[in-house]
Each structure stands twice: as structure tokens, then as C-alpha cells.
């Protein structure tokens, strides 16, 4: 973490870079110091003492965001210790923030980053009211130092899988949140006679409520898991039917977080389709890409790629997993552009980000180059040439 | 030692009547004697019949042939479910419909050898799971065609992703888990009348942690050393069965031996007719089930989810067993914390038989980008693999998986007419498949709704006709 501390100046020159903020700028600087960017363009003066990085013929692109996942949360999906996501007990967790569960020294870090992925969400997963979701940028000793920003949301789960939350029905679901959201703004009114024992009984424990204020009060959205769609003021997650009332959604200002490669028919979701991102976006919603897999959040990309296949612009896909999440998780003035002041989470790729034939080259996390190794790099260099015994 | 599909058809011709019934999908005897017994009468032939279509050029395109070569601006030409030709100057019949390729790529149809399709059907509700019979160890009489569902809505997605055959597995919850289904992937009422003809079936086995994770508190096995006396058992019988059978065909003296459909299935891997398909992460464990195939005189034609292929890939080069393996998919569970991505890379290194797989209803629809993750994924670390090469790992490897390679998975003369256009090349996360042809048949045109399969689930309900969903 010395290197993370120091004082430094990079600049990578040459290449097409994509600020996402405005247009590309061919044969462009970008000039790093002291972990933020200080300078982008096509006339920017290399001071003497940066360490250069030639990026003539590469793309330049802000690190990715992938608003979805566990990130340091889960090391094998199967093995119940290695996950830290759900609080179990209470299917009612508001007041719980996942941030003090982040593994730092996670194998899927490493795994993640050095295919271009810089910032994630780590969020609960479990439950109803599943807890307050934190992003993270992927380089860190500390969970502090990885900290983008905490909370970013309280997840709630109103999709087919959260229906035992209201006696299973999703009207029963509604009607509860309902009650729980009365019962926190009553409970804030009153702590007085909530403390001496003068209120009834409240839809959930008084901390639940207090965490939940936030949200009510506008100051903390509330990212809702949903296929079909309710009417809050919330971050969509998953929105498979979104583009069937992608008008609306774009009207109500809600942002929304799409898996574009999703598109297997359920009872949830049978309106479920390739073009989801595409009609939301041209429709005027802030549509953010995700991969939901936490263990191939790197496979973003991909997403992305595909999205663009099934309608969506390019131009758009990109600010799709960089600047429109940034804005979305609130983090926009210092994340998701190429900008000056913004933190430098930068990637250097060997061509079109999205394209399977693209390799990453460089990879920068708040100023600070990440070495392209992770346990997988160091599988195959012991099984590359095969030992001579087993 | 590698069976080849006409060896295999020689030894079922051999053995047919052999009280096991020949794995091979035959047709039908014209009857059945009143004395005869279930053995003797046909089991669930093939009704597949190909579909009319007039013959078809496509010109001007680049040609991937899977068979070492690729043609810049090719012509491939079929006719009656056959390729006719495939090269720079081919000249079409006058009835031939003509397809312009400009700019435009042509595969083999893809093959997965590893899909649930129609026994875990969408929209994905318990009264749709049909893929592990979870209730003993061993079900090897159970034969994934029965649970098989044609109007699964992921089908069509599969078609529209360039899939022309599947191989239908039960699920992996038992260490021997039932028989396949080798499919092809066309709109049909009936799953007989998707059986690919002459495929032969495959057997699932799985090593690991699923089998003892199910029956670990149902009387086990809950150990890897209980999964191996598990399959052992289970073979020594068959053995037993087998021997009994076999003599009685030879000599008919006194009665028949009972029929046991377990004993049935096993005694076939055992006489090389049905071929095992066999899900095993690990590298020690494949070195451990190679082994038990020695021990009992069978062979193990592909281990599935391989995520340590790699580690014993020179293992696998010399006992000519398959590795069915996906580009990316590693940590969620512990047999799959060691997966690389140049899984496939590797094992193509070494000389064994690399093939992708899906084992999910997105990926099939996706399996060319699949591929083009392992193949970059390899040059990038330094390994060379070529584009033909990286073909081959969803078209003539998987065919040979299958046993059916010397029917399909090449575009060269005289294969079945499983062929693809894309919209770009292959290898890119921007091409599509714009036209599929299965056995010669139009079954998919995305420019052309009346060339779109919907299944019955799908009607009346968004999203509209035409769309990939």
C-alpha cells in the first residue's frame, strides 16, 4: 500500500481516449496525480518526472462500474461460511450495512480487476428489506480504503422471490412495505412515546425503522429488485418488463439497473426480453449495465457488447457501465468519467473494451497501477507447461 | 482407444437382441411375435424426419469449415440435408435459392453436449424440474427423453443462437444419473421427433460434491471414496448382468434372464454402445474415474464442467477422453475455485479433445462468444490456437462427444446440411446468427418472422412475434 500513498505522476499518452463525459479525443494524455485525473486531452504537457505509459493505438476508458453483486462478500457461492451477504434472523435488515463483512484480500478482487473493473457494488443478497448496499473500488488493504461510498441504498427484494414477505403475495408484499414505511415515519414522530412504551406494536424494531428514515426522507435511494414494476421512488434493479412502460420510467426519473444478456421467460418476468436496455435508454431512462454474477462481474463487458448487438448504441453502453452508475450510486463527481478532478480509475485496453478479441493492458485504481495477477494468472503459469509428476 | 460411430453401429448391429437393447436409435421390426418380450420390441425409436427445403448457395462468404480451413469469399451448397460443396466456384442447380453472404461468415451448426433444455424447461417452476431423479445414487434406468419437454420456450432461443443439436442430460445429483437424449434442435411435438437418428446415448455420471451433497444424510454416499464404491457397485453388477444376458443370446437355453433397465443402461456402457458423459470438476477425480473405466473395460468419452482440465490435459490427450468445459464459469462452488480461462487453450495444447459446453439456457444462446473468450483468452496468454481449431471446439469436437462426427460438425460433402450465416464473424461479441439451417431446413431467419419457432408457451404472451426475446 506504500505505492497507493505516494505521491505520483502517470501519464498515459497516445491513445483514443473516452472520456464518456464528451467525445473521444484521438492521440489524447491522460495525466494522473496523486490518485486523481489532472489533465485530459490532445494537447496536455508530460511533466519530466511521470511515468509514462504508451498508449498509442489503445482505448482509454474510465475503469467499469458494475452496480450489482457481492463483491468481497462471497469467496465460494456454495460454502455458507465464505458468505457475508444476508443477515439472517430477520427478513427485515434495513439498519444492516454489509461494508463490515468486505473480505479485502477476496480472490475475486484481483480476478475482477485486471479485466478492466474498478468499482463494484457490494450488496446484500437475502431476505426482503435485504440491508444498505456500499460501492467499492476494487484496490485496497482496508475496507476503509475501499469505500467509494456507504450506504448507496437499502436493498429491498420485490420481485417473484421475496413473495413469503407478505404472505406470499406480491399485493401482501406492497401492502407490508407499506406498513413498515407508515410505521417508520410514525415511529420518527413519536420517539417519545415510542420509548416510553405509549405506541403500539411497529411493523419492525425501532433500528430498522431509523435506518429506513433516510429513504423516506428522499436522502438515501432505496434500489428495488423488480420484474414487474411498482410505483417508488427507487433505483429498478433487474426491470426485465421494464421497456413496456419505459415512457413512464423515464418521466418518473428512476434509474434503472439492467442484466441485458437476461432474457429466459418466468412466471416473474415473462415479458423478459433482449432489448430491455435498448428501448429504456432510447426512451430516456439512465439505464446502467450489470453482470450479476459476482464471481464474473469481469464478464460486464460482454454484457455490454451484447446490449449493443440488441439496440443500444455504443456510446450509450459505455456510459452504461461507468458514468450513468456513478450518477445513479451518487458518486458521479468523483467517479465514472474522464474528467479533471475525478479519481483515476483508468483502463487501458487493447481495442474496442466490449469486443471478445480485446485485452486489457493497464489498469489504474485511484491513481495507482494494479499489477495484471490474481490467483487465476497463477494457476496457469504453473499448468501452462504441464509439471512432470501429479 | 477411440470408437468411432461406424465401429460402434458394427458392435450394436453384433449384439443386437442382446437383452440389453443396442443403444443405437434403430428402426423399428416391422413386428413384434406374440412370444416376443419388451426386449425385442422397439424402445422409443426416432421419429425425426428432415424437413422439404430446396436447395441452397450461399455465396460470397467466409466459409469456416471446421476442418482446417477458411474460405474468404466461398460459396457452401446444399441440397436434400446434404452439403453438396463448399468453395470459391460453386455452381448451383437452377432451382437453388441463392443467399448474397457479403461481408458475412458461415459455421457448422453448433453442437452443445451439455443442456437441460426441456427437462429444466422454463419458466423454470418445480412442476418443470425433471432433470435428477434425486431419490437413489444410481438411476441409470431413467432416460432423460421422458422428461423432456419440446415447448420449452428456451428452445427457440437456442435455434436463434445458431444451436442445431443438443445433447439433453439428466441433472447431477446422482452418480449415475440417467441416459441422454442426442437432439436435434427443431420445433417438434414430440421429443421423439427431435432424436437425432443413429446417435448413440449417452450415460450422465457425476464425480464430486453434488452426489454426496444429496444423499450425504439419505444414507450417502457423503464421501468422494463413497461416490467411487457407488459407481464400483454398480458396475460389478452390471458386469454380472451383462455376462448373464450375453449367454443366454448365445445359447437361448431355458429362460431369459429377468430384465432390469439399470442393469440395461450399464451393461451397454459396458459393451461400448452407449457412450459415458461424465460431470467431473477436479483433476485428481478424472485421474480416479479413468481409472475405474479401466477397471471395468469401459471408456469415459467426455468429462463435463471440467474447470481442472487443464491440470491433467496430457491425461486426457493419452486416454482420448473429451473435456467439456466452459470459458469463464469458476467459484461457485469449491470443486470450481481453480477454473482459468484458458481451460479450453490448454487442453487443445496438450492434444486432447477441448469442447465448450453450456450446462445453461443463456449460454447456449451465446456459445460462438463462448468460444471466442477461450480462444483469446488462450493467444493472449501466448498459447497458439487457431481460428479452426477454436471452431472446432462447438462444432466437430462436440460432434465426436456425441458420436456422431461423421455425421455432422464440418462443412464438407456429403455431411448433414447443420449450417449457420452470421451476421459478422463468429469471434466477435457483435455477430449474430441471421439464418439457420438444420438438416438442409430454413429453421431460422432472423430477418423473416414466418422462420422464427415460437413454442406454445410463448403464445399470447409478450414479447411480440419475431423477437429474440
Keep these: ?390 | 482407444m477411440r470408437l468411432s460411430l461406424t465401429t460402434l453401429l458394427v458392435l450394436a448391429a453384433a449384439c443386437a437382441s442382446a437383452g440389453a437393447r443396442p443403444a443405437q436409435q434403430q428402426p423399428a421390426p416391422a413386428k413384434a411375435s406374440a412370444d416376443s418380450s419388451s426386449v425385442d420390441r422397439p424402445q422409443y425409436p426416432s421419429t425425426y424426419q428432415r424437413r422439404p427445403n430446396p436447395p441452397v448457395l450461399i455465396k460470397n462468404a467466409t466459409i469456416m469449415t471446421a476442418t482446417g480451413q477458411e474460405i474468404a469469399n466461398g460459396s457452401i451448397l446444399f441440397k436434400d440435408g446434404r452439403i453438396v460443396a463448399v468453395g470459391t466456384s460453386v455452381q448451383a442447380p437452377a432451382d437453388a435459392i441463392v443467399v448474397d453472404g457479403t461481408g458475412k461468415f458461415v459455421t457448422p451448426g453448433i453442437i452443445d453436449v451439455h443442456s437441460h433444455l426441456g427437462v429444466y424447461a422454463a419458466p423454470g417452476t418445480d412442476a418443470e424440474s425433471d432433470g435428477n431423479e434425486a431419490t437413489n445414487p444410481v438411476t441409470a434406468e431413467v432416460w432423460a427423453e421422458h422428461s423432456f419437454w419440446p415447448q420449452d420456450p428456451q428452445i427457440p432461443l437456442a435455434i436463434a443462437g445458431g444451436v442445431t443439436t443438443i445433447q439433453a442430460l439428466p441433472g447431477s445429483a446422482n452418480l449415475i444419473g440417467g441416459r441422454s437424449a442426442v437432439l436435434k434442435l427443431v420445433p417438434s411435438r414430440t421429443v421423439q421427433g427431435m432424436k437425432f437418428p443413429n446417435a448413440p446415448y449417452g450415460l450422465k455420471m457425476a464425480c464430486g460434491e453434488n452426489p454426496k451433497r444429496v444423499y450425504g444424510n439419505r444414507g450417502g454416499p457423503s464421501t468422494r471414496m463413497g461416490n467411487m464404491a457407488g459407481y464400483r457397485a454398480a458396475f460389478i453388477a452390471a458386469e454380472d448382468y451383462r455376462r448373464r444376458w450375453d449367454k443366454w443370446n448365445s445359447d437361448h437355453q431355458g429362460d431369459p434372464p429377468g430384465r432390469n433397465l439399470r442393469l440395461e443402461t450399464l451393461a451397454e456402457v459396458l459393451r461400448g454402445h452407449i457412450l459415458v458423459q461424465n460431470h467431473c470438476y477436479r483433476a485428481d477425480e478424472m485421474a480416479q474415474m479413468m481409472d475405474l473405466a479401466r477397471e471395468f473395460g469401459f471408456h469415459i468419452r467426455a468429462f463435463h464442467h471440467a474447470v481442472e482440465a487443464y491440470k491433467v490435459a496430457d491425461l486426457l490427450a493419452a486416454n482420448g477422453v473429451a473435456a467439456a468445459m466452459w470459458a469463464d464459469w469458476w467459484g461457485f462452488k469449491e470443486e470450481a475455485m481453480d477454473g482459468v480461462q484458458q481451460n479450453l487453450a490448454l487442453v487443445q495444447q496438450a492434444g486432447a479433445r477441448a469442447t465448450i459446453h453450456s450446462d445453461d439456457p443463456g449460454g447456449i444462446q451465446r456459445l460462438n462468444q463462448e468460444v471466442a473468450k477461450a480462444m483469446y483468452a488462450g493467444i493472449r496468454a501466448g498459447i497458439p490456437i487457431t481460428r479452426d481449431q477454436a471452431l472446432r471446439w462447438m462444432t466437430a469436437n462436440p460432434a465426436w462427444v456425441l458420436g456422431i462426427d461423421s455425421i455432422t460438425g464440418t462443412l464438407e460433402p456429403g455431411k448433414m446440411a447443420d449450417v449457420v450465416l452470421w451476421s459478422a464473424d463468429p469471434f466477435s461479441v457483435y455477430a449474430k446468427a441471421i439464418q439457420v439451417y438444420n438438416d438442409g431446413w430454413l429453421v431460422y431467419d432472423r430477418n423473416d418472422p414466418a422462420h422464427q419457432p415460437r413454442s406454445d408457451f410463448e403464445l399470447g404472451q409478450e414479447p411480440a412475434p419475431g423477437s429474440d426475446r
Excluded: C
Design chain 1, 1 to 390: 500500500m506504500i505505492a497507493f500513498l505516494l505521491a505520483q505522476t502517470i501519464a498515459i499518452t497516445g491513445g483514443t481516449v473516452y472520456p464518456v463525459s464528451g467525445p473521444r479525443i484521438e492521440h489524447a494524455t491522460v495525466l494522473i496525480r496523486d490518485g486523481r485525473i489532472v489533465a485530459v486531452g490532445a494537447n496536455v504537457t508530460v511533466p519530466a518526472d511521470a511515468t509514462k505509459i504508451d498508449a498509442t493505438g489503445k482505448w482509454v476508458t474510465p475503469g467499469l462500474i458494475d452496480g450489482a453483486g457481492q463483491m468481497g462478500l462471497t469467496e465460494i457461492s456454495a460454502v455458507p461460511g465464505d458468505n457475508e451477504a444476508q443477515l439472517r434472523g430477520s427478513d427485515i435488515a434495513a439498519s444492516f450495512n454489509v461494508a463490515e463483512g468486505i473480505n479485502p484480500a477476496s480472490n475475486l478482487i484481483p480476478i475482477t480487476r485486471v479485466e478492466g473493473v474498478t468499482t463494484t457494488l457490494a450488496a446484500p443478497a437475502g431476505g426482503w428489506i435485504e440491508g444498505q448496499a456500499v460501492l467499492i473500488d476494487l484496490d485496497g488493504a482496508t475496507i476503509e480504503q475501499m469505500l467509494v461510498k456507504s450506504p448507496v441504498g437499502i436493498v429491498v427484494d420485490m420481485s417473484e422471490g421475496s413473495k413469503d414477505a407478505g404472505g406470499n403475495s406480491r399485493a401482501g408484499v406492497a401492502g407490508r412495505l407499506r406498513r413498515v414505511f407508515n410505521d417508520a415515519l410514525e415511529y420518527s414522530r413519536r420517539k417519545a412515546d415510542y420509548s416510553r412504551a405509549q405506541m403500539q406494536q411497529l411493523a419492525a424494531p425501532a433500528a430498522e425503522l431509523e435506518a429506513l428514515l433516510p429513504v423516506l426522507r428522499g436522502q438515501l435511494p432505496l434500489i428495488v429488485y423488480a420484474n414487474r414494476v411498482y410505483k417508488l421512488k427507487v433505483i429498478l434493479a433487474g426491470a426485465a418488463e421494464g421497456w413496456e412502460i419505459a415512457g413512464d420510467i423515464a418521466a418518473a426519473g428512476v434509474p434503472v439497473l439492467v442484466e441485458p444478456m437476461d432474457n429466459i421467460p418466468s412466471y416473474d418476468a415473462l415479458g423478459i426480453r433482449y432489448e430491455n436496455a435498448a428501448v429504456l435508454a432510447k426512451a430516456g431512462v439512465k439505464v446502467s449495465l450489470l453482470e450479476t454474477d459476482t464471481h464474473n462481474s469481469r464478464r460486464i463487458r460482454q454484457q455490454a457488447g451484447n446490449a449493443v448487438s440488441f439496440g443500444m448504441t455504443w456510446d450509450q453502453a459505455l456510459r452504461a457501465v461507468t458514468l450513468t452508475p456513478a450518477e445513479t450510486f451518487g458518486v458521479a463527481d468523483r467517479y465514472g468519467s474522464l474528467d479533471v478532478g475525478k479519481v483515476a480509475n483508468v483502463v487501458v485496453w487493447s481495442g474496442d473494451p466490449f469486443e471478445i478479441a480485446t485485452g486489457v493492458e493497464h489498469v489504474f485504481i485511484r491513481g495507482h497501477e494494479i499489477p495484471l495477477t490474481s490467483r487465476q494468472t497463477e494457476l496457469l503459469q504453473r499448468y501452462k507447461k504441464l509439471p512432470p509428476s501429479y
